[in-house]
C-alpha cells in the first residue's frame, strides 16, 4: 500500500505543475492583451470639439480648431465679422451708418443690406454673415459637415506636408492603442502632417479631425502639397512697372512751388518716380485741396520719371479720419477726385501717405484702399500706400493692402521721431532691416519700396529734466550744426552712421548723421533683398553725391 500511495504523489505533483503553468502563461497573455490591444471606443465628436447647443458649428480652419463658433439660425449657418475678417476674408467691411456689409471685389462693390438681405443678420449687436456667402465670395477651400455640424476650410496652402495613408487606419484623439477614435481614414486618402514622433504622427483629416496615427500607416515617400487654383473673379488687377523704382517725394505746399521741379531734380540721376505732395484733405466732406497742374505732368515725362501725385492727411488741420472714411459717400467723393484730376493732369498714378490711422479705424482705411484701386486701375493709374515699419503699426494689415493695391511703400524713418521723449537715430541699420523683413512676412517683395531719409535730427537734451528738442536738418545743414558746435563725430557700424555728441551749457547735443555712407549701408539691405525699389524723402534735404549710390544698388 506504501508504495502505491508514492506512485501516486508522483502523478499528481506534475499535473499541478503543469496546470499552474498555463495558468501563469492564461495570466500573462491577458496582461499582454490588455497592454498592447487595440481600443475600439470612439470619443464623443461634439465633446472633441466643444460643441455646447444645437445652434453651434465647430469652425476647423487650415488644420485648427477654432475657439470660436459658427451659428445655427433659421436653417443657415452664419459666421460672426470678426471670424469672418479674421480668418476667412479680411475684404468683408461694415459700414455702421449705412448698416451694410461691403466686399470690393475685382469686377466693383458687393453690398448687403441688414435690413433687407438675409446674408447678413444682426442679433444682440454682433454681425453674422451667412457661410454660403463667405464661401461664394472668398478664396478658401470650404466644406460643411454634419453629426456634428462643422465647417472645414483652408486659407493657406503655403507649407503643407500633405501624406497619402498606405492603410485603413483609425485616427485617435492621442497618440497610443488605448485613445478614443475621432475618425476613420482610407488607404489613400490624404491627411496634414501636422506634428509627429517616433511611432505617432499626427495628421489633419479632410472631415476635419486633428488626430494620431501609427507612422508605419502613412507613405513613407517625401510629402507632397495641397493644389488650389484661385479663381478669376478673385484675382485684383495690377498696374506695376517693369524696372526698379527710384521715388523721390517733391514738397509741393502751393502750386507756386510746382516750378522747383528742375532745381531739385537737377542733380537727380537715375530718379525715375516723382511723388509731388499735391493732395491734401480740406473737410469731412472728402473735399480736396490740389496743387496739381498739367504742366508740371508734361515737364516731369520730359525728364522720363513718372508722376505718383501724393494725398497727404499729415497736414488735414486736424481733420477726423474715421469720420471721413467710414461713409462710403465721402469715401466716393475722394476717390472721384482723384481720378478727374488724373485724367486732367495725365499723372501716372497715386501715393497714398495717409498716417494718422489708428487700430480702431484701420477697417475704413483699408475700405477705401480697396475701392481706390479698383477704380484707379480701371484709368491704367499704379497705387501705392505709405506705411510705418511694422514694429508700431501691426494693425495695418499689409497682407490686405497688397491684395489690391500695387506697392507698399515702407518710411523706413522716424525710429526717434519729432516729439520722441528719448534722443537717437531717425533710420538706424537695424531699424531698417527689421522694417524690411517684417514686412516681407506679408508681402511679397515685387511690392516693397523701402524708403530713406535724406534728412536727420540734431537733438538738445537740457541738463534739467525736461525733455528733449529737435530740428530736422538735410545733409548740408546737418553738417554745417555738426561744425558749428565743435562736435567729433565716429562711424558706428552697428548702426551704419556716423554719430557724435557733445556737453554744452544749453545740454547734451547728439547727431546721427545720414549721408553717403549710411545711405550706402541701406542701399545694401534694399538690394540684398531684392525690393521692386527705393523712395526717399525728400527733394532738397540731399547731396547730389548720394544718387550715384543710390543707382549702384539699385540696378546691380
Excluded at 451667412?130 to 483652408?154: G, L
Aim: proline content about 2%; aromatic content about 8%; glycine content about 8%.
Amino acid at each position: 500500500m506504501a508504495a502505491k500511495r508514492s506512485r501516486r504523489k508522483k502523478t499528481v505533483l506534475p499535473l499541478i505543475l503543469m496546470l499552474a503553468a498555463v495558468a501563469l502563461i492564461i495570466v500573462l497573455a491577458g496582461g499582454y492583451f490588455v497592454t498592447h490591444s487595440e481600443s475600439g471606443r470612439e470619443m464623443d465628436k461634439r465633446s472633441y470639439y466643444g460643441i455646447a447647443g444645437d445652434s453651434q458649428v465647430a469652425l476647423i480652419v487650415n488644420d485648427k480648431v477654432l475657439d470660436t463658433f459658427g451659428l445655427v439660425k433659421n436653417g443657415r449657418i452664419y459666421l460672426d465679422y470678426d471670424t469672418v475678417s479674421s480668418t476667412f476674408n479680411g475684404g468683408f467691411f461694415w459700414e455702421e451708418d449705412e448698416r451694410q456689409m461691403l466686399l470690393t471685389m475685382p469686377s466693383g462693390t458687393l453690398k448687403w443690406s441688414v435690413d433687407e438681405s438675409e446674408e447678413v443678420i444682426l442679433i444682440d449687436d454682433t454681425i453674422y454673415i451667412s457661410a454660403d456667402c463667405v464661401m461664394e465670395n472668398s478664396d478658401i477651400d470650404m466644406e460643411i459637415f454634419d453629426n456634428p455640424s462643422r465647417i472645414v476650410a483652408r486659407t493657406n496652402w503655403k507649407n503643407i506636408a500633405a501624406e497619402t495613408m498606405v492603410e485603413d487606419a483609425p485616427v485617435r484623439f492621442r497618440g497610443g492603442p488605448k485613445s478614443e477614435i475621432l475618425t476613420r481614414v482610407k488607404a489613400g486618402d490624404t491627411v496634414v502632417l501636422t506634428a509627429h514622433a517616433d511611432d505617432w504622427c499626427e495628421v489633419s483629416t479632410a472631415d476635419g479631425y486633428i488626430g494620431y496615427v501609427k507612422k508605419k500607416q502613412l507613405k513613407t515617400a517625401p510629402a507632397g502639397t495641397i493644389s488650389h487654383t484661385t479663381d478669376k473673379k478673385f484675382l485684383f488687377k495690377k498696374v506695376m512697372v517693369d524696372h526698379k523704382i527710384n521715388l523721390a517725394w517733391h514738397y509741393i505746399g502751393s502750386v507756386e512751388n510746382n516750378a522747383s521741379l528742375d532745381e531739385v531734380t537737377a542733380g537727380a540721376t537715375g530718379l525715375n518716380t516723382i511723388a509731388p505732395t499735391w493732395f491734401k484733405l480740406a473737410d469731412e466732406n472728402g473735399n480736396l485741396i490740389s496743387y496739381a497742374t498739367a504742366d508740371y505732368v508734361t515737364a516731369a515725362h520730359n525728364k522720363n520719371m513718372q508722376v505718383w501725385g501724393t494725398l497727404q492727411d499729415v497736414y488735414g488741420d486736424g481733420l477726423n479720419i474715421e469720420n471721413l472714411l467710414k461713409r462710403e459717400s465721402v469715401r466716393e467723393t475722394i476717390i472721384n477726385s482723384l481720378l478727374q484730376i488724373s485724367a486732367e493732369t495725365g499723372m501716372d498714378g497715386i501715393n497714398v501717405d495717409i498716417e494718422t490711422i489708428g487700430a480702431e479705424n484701420v477697417g475704413q482705411y483699408l475700405q477705401f484702399l480697396r475701392e481706390l484701386s479698383v477704380a484707379a486701375h480701371e484709368q491704367n493709374l499704379t497705387i501705392s500706400v505709405d506705411n510705418y515699419v511694422p514694429l508700431y503699426t501691426t494693425y495695418l494689415n499689409r497682407r490686405e493692402q497688397a491684395k489690391t493695391v500695387d506697392y507698399l511703400v515702407i518710411m523706413g524713418y522716424d525710429e526717434h521721431t519729432a516729439g520722441s521723449v528719448e534722443v537717437g537715430s531717425n533710420a538706424s541699420l537695424p531699424f531698417v532691416k527689421q522694417g524690411i523683413e517684417d514686412t516681407l512676412s506679408e508681402v511679397s517683395k515685387t511690392q516693397v519700396i523701402n524708403a530713406i531719409p535724406f534728412y536727420t535730427r540734431a537733438w538738445t537734451k537740457p541738463t534739467s529734466d525736461e525733455d528733449p528738442s529737435n530740428i530736422a536738418l538735410g545733409m548740408d545743414d546737418a553738417d554745417l550744426w555738426v561744425q558749428q558746435n565743435g562736435i567729433k563725430t565716429d562711424w558706428d557700424a552697428s548702426l551704419g552712421q556716423y554719430k557724435g555728441s557733445v556737453e554744452t551749457h544749453e545740454g547734451t547735443l547728439s547727431i546721427w548723421l545720414e549721408e553717403e555712407k549710411s545711405i550706402e549701408e541701406k542701399m545694401k539691405l534694399i538690394n540684398s533683398y531684392d525690393l521692386a525699389g527705393v523712395a526717399e524723402w525728400r527733394l532738397g534735404f540731399e547731396r547730389s553725391s548720394v544718387w550715384g549710390i543710390i543707382n549702384k544698388y539699385l540696378n546691380s
